[in-house]
């Protein structure tokens, strides 16, 4: 079987402390066709990370305990994800533009974050297909 053929479906995990937003999320990224873990807390992140392989973590930048979303990216991003920060309070704008990661304020248009899970993918050539749905046929890519 050649490499082409060993494509994977790209897993995503959420990490997000509001239930009514993770659950926007995870339908979000059901629709679009991805694998996806939802979690609550960076301890119960830290956890899927260590449990499986992730190709992108969106993380929520508050979240309870003693470290936040962008100290939660630096772990991800150790582990290889790329990684999202999602907030809704503006006061963080400076501290994530310096952290030089991707990230979105909330209220976003869920074609904002897809848009930006496209370029991580494409930058990171990871080699999944995220548009495939269960039945195996595949979502039509997104014109540019």
């Known amino acids: 079987m050649g490499k082409e ?3 994977r479906i790209c897993k ?8 009514y937003v993770r659950a926007l999320l995870a339908e979000a990224f059901d629709d679009e066709g ?3 873990t939802t979690v609550e807390t960076g301890a119960a992140m830290e956890e899927a990370l260590d449990a499986d392989d992730y190709d992108i973590a969106v993380i929520d930048v ?3 305990g003693d470290r936040d ?3 939660l990216a630096k772990a991800a991003h150790g ?8 907030t809704g309070d503006r006061r963080h704008a400076k501290r994530l533009e310096e952290s030089g990661r991707h990230h979105l304020f909330k209220p976003f ?3 904002e974050l897809m848009d930006l899970v496209d370029k991580i993918l494409a930058a990171a050539t990871a080699e999944c297909v995220r548009r495939q749905r269960r039945d195996g046929s595949c979502f039509p890519m997104r014109e540019a």
């Open 5 to 7: 053929n060993m494509a």
């Open 12 to 19: 995503v995990l959420i990490v997000e402390n509001d239930n």
């Open 34 to 36: 991805f694998e996806f």
């Open 62 to 64: 508050s979240q309870p």
């Open 69 to 71: 979303g962008v100290a």
């Open 79 to 86: 582990q290889g994800c790329g990684v999202i920060l999602t």
């Open 109 to 111: 248009r869920i074609q």
